[in-house]
């Protein structure tokens, strides 16, 4: 079993600097393929990145390739978003997810491939 739970969020001005981290309790996160997801008010929910149980392989979706960069710490069994020159449209709630992959290398970008899911945390973007 994992339990996510997603710290950092809060208030920041337009190109500033956020870093989330999503702590599991349980299993190491490192066995599972992790993916970031956000939900802004009235949008649905939407894929930030994707990465691969082994690390190799990352997807990043079109709005947030080159300013926010995933990242773990096996020791701690955490994961990170650090997210750069953040924009007010990326106001949203930022959740983590994982699940099992049976394949090392798979990315998965739709939420209900996922399993286990924080809950969430506040990101704000004042222009």
């Known amino acids: 079993q994992v339990q996510l739970v997603e710290s950092g969020g809060g208030l920041v001005q337009a190109g500033g600097s956020l870093r989330l981290s999503c702590a599991s309790s349980g299993r190491t996160l490192s066995s599972y393929a992790v993916g970031w997801f956000r939900q802004a008010p009235g949008k649905e929910r939407e894929i930030v990145l994707g990465?691969?149980?082994?690390?190799?392989?990352?997807y990043y979706a079109d709005s947030v390739r080159g300013r926010f960069t995933f990242s773990r710490d096996n020791a701690k069994n955490t994961v990170y978003l650090q997210m750069d020159s953040l924009k007010p449209e990326d106001t949203a709630v930022y959740s983590c997810a994982a699940r099992v992959a049976v394949l090392s290398n798979s990315v998965f970008s739709r939420a209900d491939e996922y399993t286990y899911w924080g809950q969430g945390t506040q990101v704000t973007v004042a222009s």
């Open positions: 990465t691969s149980r082994s690390g190799k392989n990352t």
